[in-house]
């Protein structure tokens, strides 16, 4: 994980110059800044518009006594979206834009969906959670899930002292 955020942190901003260089020189200095500003600009309207649809949507899951898990996932993806947004550049503002939008953000939310989970089951196999009796890298904790899903409590049956009655 280290190494791809390192990369991310190089390749990111050596890609955001390449796209930079490329738009000035076909239109120019002045209107590629302007269009920078445009785009935080106009970012900014929809993570603010965005962002309070979030909330919206999170307090209404929340009063109503629900886990609000897509809610959640949408308010992280506006923010997320929002940071990208603030970063100058073309392809972060395209990136950002892409989580921010209603239209697009259910297929964000469908990939972060999928990775949270492949990486819960991969943990989850450590321990010999739901997807089978792995290795342990540590103790074994003292509950675990059965193929059908039902809980396992690990331990022993012990019958209580015999007092005479």
């Known amino acids: 994980m280290l190494t791809v955020l390192a990369l991310t942190f190089l390749v990111v901003p050596l890609v955001e110059l390449f796209v930079l260089i490329q738009v000035g020189e076909v239109i ?12 935080a600009v106009v970012g900014g309207w929809l993570v603010r518009r965005e962002g309070r649809r979030a909330w919206r949507a999170l307090t209404t899951a929340l009063q109503s006594g629900r886990m ?9 993806l506006v923010l997320v979206g929002g940071v990208l947004m603030v970063a100058p550049g073309f392809v972060t503002d395209l990136v950002g834009i892409l989580l921010i939008l209603p239209l697009t953000r259910p297929l964000a939310r469908a990939a972060l969906t999928g990775m949270v989970a ?33 809980d396992v409590v690990r331990g022993e049956v012990v019958d209580p002292p015999d007092d005479g009655r």
């Open 28 to 39: 120019g200095a002045w209107p590629t800044v302007g269009l920078l500003l445009l785009s």
């Open 68 to 76: 609000p898990a897509r809610e959640l996932a949408d308010a992280g």
């Open 118 to 150: 492949r990486r819960l089951l991969a943990g989850g196999a450590a321990y010999g959670g739901p997807t089978g009796g792995g290795t342990t890298n540590g103790p074994r904790p003292p509950r675990g899930t059965r193929p059908d899903g039902h």
